[in-house]
């Protein structure tokens, strides 16, 4: 993933950017709501509120707290581009131009009049959260103010800064590769791409506008109106293996490491950073740890531009999403150390744009900005109560989390990870290419991205039983289809033969992209006899104490009397009363307490009832494989309670 940021905290329901990533999905936290009407509940987090930070500030207001010059230009169409946000070594070129050129070359296209759909309904959509928000009442903010206070002060109890967590970024990879191969691309203008799209570009044709995943011709038609002339090099996969390998092997020795993409690493200095300060603890020298963990990460790169002649620019922080965000500050070629204490953090990170946040697009960025005035990471602090009154799921913890700057200080990626453990949720493989509706050529291509996505899961030694395969049309709306397998899946062919049919089903179509996608992962099972996982045993919907019960009855039955259906354990023959109904047994010794939900509502004698009515309700009498009755005693009977 290449010059994109990494997503460490969320993947956002949006119709983002791409720039998200299934890292750490299941990071998000949840709170109960609860009805805080204590005032010392509100004093944890007063130290870290920004500057002129003020309560009643949660009320909309008309007055942006950004000045009207950081808004997008909406006269013209290069807000609707991803292409358009600037990256590292981009500082004062020529936005206008950009803009201009990126409005004539796209003018007609079927992107373009896609892009201004998805446009209409995010500024229907922000529309209608600003008229939520004005229908407030002082009630509704005080509330919401007061559970988003409890919330963060659950935060904060969180907050950890005993490890020293290191990001590295390779700087313009693919590019610096391609001019250490020849060295007289060095003082050129150079993307690693061709027309349609470039992966990324060097620094000297940032400078004219150019980025990664602009479109080529757009690129070279910037730099030629600046009067210099773009140089296309095409992508050498195999290199850029073989340099990734080089730098892995060296980071590898300073610390367990997790990379999800070639120039990219998360690194856990800790180890080593306590290592060298006990060294020199036992010398008598100086030991202060933030200088030992600056001094380290310095080596790092030093030792990796010997070794590959490449820079690597990094930074070090107490968890690895600020240490991201900081490892961009001095790029290329430098370093950032975060402030260890947290009011010096939060001072340098407060003042940041929210679009910093790993995991925060171009349309959060929108919303954020246009529907509640949050333009800089502080100001989701002062709208806590708007933000709380309307943003749902997962996205308010995020959200509220990131402000705090707290996030993960462990690696919970699959690089380093036990071989029975499973971090990543998905492994994925798509391809675009020119508008193809040829049902046997799609198939060929849906053919070659399993294969891909087979190679990866072989070489983790993983396998799934959900396929995803995802259609970009022509007309650019995107289709997901999902289905899932009773087995775990890893070769090709299969893998191939689960996703053919929702190909077929949508056929024909004519489309521009297309991608497969594996998930529902277990590791070390052999998917060739890999067991069906939908049946549910009875067990799981009893306590462990109907479960002892229904052990030591069955132990003190004779093997004649008691038969097994499924996993339930039933006698041929139940006395029944005038009504016809099976008499209930009480279990034998002390019934189990019923549940806090029942315990007004139930005696001890109406349990075992209510129990039935559980059994009859559950989803497990609903389940694929029905009780089968034995020697002729009807569905009732299958069915025994302790």
Same mark, same amino acid.
């Given at each position: 993933?290449?010059?994109?940021?990494?997503?460490?905290?969320?993947?956002?329901?949006?119709?983002?950017?791409?720039?998200?990533?299934?890292?750490?999905?299941?990071?998000?936290?949840?709170?109960?709501?609860?009805?805080?009407?204590?005032?010392?509940?509100?004093?944890?987090?007063?130290?870290?509120?920004?500057?002129?930070?003020?309560?009643?500030?949660?009320?909309?207001?008309?007055?942006?707290? #950004?000045?009207?010059?950081?808004?997008?230009?909406? @006269?013209?169409?290069?807000?609707?581009?991803?292409? +358009?946000?600037?990256?590292?070594?981009?500082?004062?070129?020529?936005?206008?131009?950009?803009?201009?050129?990126?409005?004539?070359?796209?003018?007609?296209?079927?992107?373009?009049?896609?892009?201004?759909?998805?446009?209409?309904?995010?500024?229907?959509?922000?529309?209608?959260?600003?008229?939520?928000?004005?229908?407030? +009442?002082?009630?509704?903010?005080? +509330?919401?103010?007061?559970?988003?206070?409890?919330?963060?002060?659950?935060?904060?109890?969180?907050?950890?800064?005993?490890?020293?967590?290191?990001?590295?970024?390779?700087?313009?990879?693919?590019?610096?590769?391609?001019?250490?191969?020849?060295?007289?691309?060095?003082?050129?203008?150079?993307?690693?791409?061709?027309?349609?799209?470039?992966?990324?570009?060097?620094?000297?044709?940032?400078?004219?506008?150019?980025?990664?995943?602009?479109?080529?011709?757009?690129?070279?038609?910037?730099?030629?109106?600046?009067?210099?002339?773009?140089?296309?090099?095409?992508?050498?996969?195999?290199?850029?293996?073989?340099?990734?390998?080089?730098?892995?092997?060296?980071?590898?020795?300073?610390?367990?490491?997790?990379?999800?993409?070639?120039?990219?690493?998360?690194?856990?200095?800790?180890?080593?950073?306590?290592?060298?300060?006990?060294?020199?603890?036992?010398?008598?020298?100086?030991?202060?740890?933030?200088?030992?963990?600056?001094?380290?990460?310095?080596?790092?790169?030093?030792?990796?531009?010997?070794?590959?002649?490449? =820079?690597?620019?990094?930074?070090?922080?107490?968890?690895?999403?600020?240490?991201?965000?900081?490892?961009?500050?001095?790029?290329?070629?430098?370093?950032?150390?975060?402030?260890?204490?947290?009011?010096?953090?939060?001072?340098?990170?407060?003042?940041?744009?929210?679009?910093?946040?790993?995991?925060?697009?171009?349309?959060?960025?929108?919303?954020?900005?246009?529907?509640?005035?949050?333009?800089?990471?502080?100001?989701?602090?002062?709208?806590?109560?708007?933000?709380?009154?309307?943003?749902?799921?997962?996205?308010?913890?995020?959200?509220?989390?990131? /402000?705090?700057?707290?996030?993960?200080?462990?690696?919970?990626?699959? =690089?380093?990870?036990?071989?029975?453990?499973?971090?990543?949720?998905?492994?994925? /493989?798509?391809?675009?290419?020119?508008?193809?509706?040829?049902?046997?050529?799609?198939?060929?291509?849906?053919?070659?991205?399993?294969?891909?996505?087979?190679?990866?899961?072989?070489?983790?030694?993983?396998?799934?039983?959900?396929?995803?395969?995802?259609?970009?049309? +022509?007309?650019?709306?995107?289709?997901?289809?999902?289905?899932?397998?009773?087995?775990?899946?890893?070769?090709?062919?299969?893998?191939?033969?689960?996703?053919?049919?929702?190909?077929?089903?949508?056929?024909?179509?004519?489309?521009?992209?297309?991608?497969?996608?594996?998930?529902?992962?277990?590791?070390?099972?052999?998917?060739?006899?890999?067991?069906?996982?939908?049946?549910?045993?009875?067990?799981?919907?009893?306590?462990?104490?109907?479960?002892?019960?229904?052990?030591?009855?069955?132990?003190?039955?004779?093997?004649?009397?008691?038969?097994?259906?499924?996993?339930?354990?039933?006698?041929?023959? =139940?006395?029944?009363?005038?009504?016809?109904?099976?008499?209930?047994?009480?279990?034998?010794?002390?019934?189990?307490?019923?549940?806090?939900?029942?315990?007004?509502?139930?005696?001890?004698?109406?349990?075992? #009832?209510?129990?039935?009515?559980?059994?009859?309700?559950?989803?497990?009498?609903?389940? @694929?494989?029905?009780?089968?009755?034995?020697?002729? =005693?009807?569905?009732?009977?299958?069915?025994?309670?302790?």
């Amino acid at each position: 993933m290449l010059d994109s940021n990494e997503d460490y905290e969320q993947n956002w329901n949006d119709d983002d950017d791409g720039e998200m990533d299934d890292e750490e999905r299941d990071e998000n936290a949840h709170f109960d709501e609860t009805d805080l009407n204590n005032e010392d509940d509100h004093l944890v987090l007063s130290q870290y509120y920004p500057a002129g930070y003020n309560e009643d500030s949660d009320t909309q207001s008309d007055e942006p707290c #950004q000045p009207e010059a950081e808004a997008k230009d909406k @006269s013209t169409t290069a807000h609707l581009y991803v292409f +358009t946000a600037e990256k590292g070594g981009m500082k004062g070129f020529d936005k206008k131009l950009q803009q201009n050129v990126i409005e004539e070359l796209s003018k007609g296209s079927k992107h373009l009049h896609h892009a201004k759909i998805m446009d209409e309904r995010l500024t229907k959509r922000v529309e209608t959260i600003k008229h939520d928000i004005a229908m407030l +009442t002082d009630v509704q903010i005080r +509330t919401a103010r007061n559970k988003s206070e409890a919330m963060l002060n659950e935060l904060e109890l969180t907050r950890k800064t005993e490890r020293w967590c290191c990001v590295i970024d390779m700087d313009m990879f693919f590019a610096a590769v391609a001019i250490k191969d020849n060295p007289s691309l060095e003082n050129i203008p150079v993307a690693v791409g061709g027309n349609s799209m470039i992966s990324t570009a060097n620094y000297v044709a940032r400078k004219y506008g150019v980025r990664s995943a602009m479109p080529g011709f757009i690129a070279k038609e910037l730099c030629k109106r600046q009067g210099v002339t773009l140089t296309f090099v095409p992508h050498s996969t195999q290199r850029y293996k073989e340099e990734a390998k080089t730098v892995r092997d060296i980071i590898s020795k300073y610390g367990p490491y997790s990379s999800m993409s070639l120039d990219e690493a998360k690194i856990d200095l800790t180890d080593i950073v306590r290592s060298r300060q006990a060294s020199l603890l036992s010398q008598g020298h100086n030991a202060d740890e933030t200088h030992i963990a600056e001094t380290v990460l310095s080596d790092l790169r030093e030792e990796v531009y010997s070794a590959t002649s490449l =820079t690597v620019s990094g930074s070090v922080a107490s968890n690895f999403m600020l240490a991201k965000i900081g490892a961009d500050v001095n790029k290329p070629n430098g370093q950032f150390m975060v402030p260890r204490r947290t009011e010096d953090m939060l001072e340098w990170f407060h003042e940041l744009p929210v679009r910093k946040i790993p995991g925060v697009g171009k349309v959060k960025e929108r919303v954020l900005k246009e529907a509640y005035n949050v333009y800089l990471i502080k100001d989701i602090l002062a709208k806590k109560a708007l933000l709380h009154a309307n943003e749902d799921g997962s996205s308010l913890p995020f959200l509220m989390r990131s /402000a705090l700057g707290i996030a993960r200080d462990t690696l919970t990626d699959y =690089t380093n990870a036990p071989k029975d453990s499973i971090s990543r949720q998905s492994v994925g /493989a798509e391809r675009t290419f020119r508008d193809q509706s040829d049902q046997g050529e799609l198939q060929k291509i849906l053919m070659k991205l399993c294969e891909k996505v087979s190679e990866v899961l072989k070489r983790k030694d993983m396998q799934g039983r959900a396929v995803i395969v995802k259609l970009k049309r +022509t007309d650019f709306k995107v289709l997901s289809k999902l289905t899932n397998s009773h087995s775990y899946l890893q070769s090709a062919e299969d893998i191939y033969n689960l996703a053919k049919p929702l190909l077929d089903k949508e056929c024909p179509i004519s489309c521009r992209l297309m991608g497969v996608k594996v998930q529902k992962f277990k590791r070390g099972v052999s998917y060739k006899v890999a067991k069906d996982i939908t049946q549910k045993r009875l067990t799981s919907f009893m306590t462990k104490s109907e479960v002892e019960g229904e052990k030591r009855k069955t132990s003190t039955d004779s093997d004649d009397d008691v038969r097994v259906v499924g996993h339930c354990t039933k006698r041929p023959h =139940t006395p029944r009363e005038s009504t016809g109904k099976p008499v209930l047994k009480a279990p034998p010794g002390p019934a189990p307490a019923p549940s806090s939900k029942r315990r007004k509502e139930n005696t001890r004698e109406q349990a075992p #009832q209510a129990r039935l009515n559980f059994f009859k309700n559950s989803s497990f009498s609903k389940a @694929s494989t029905p009780l089968t009755p034995v020697n002729g =005693t009807s569905k009732e009977d299958a069915i025994e309670l302790e």
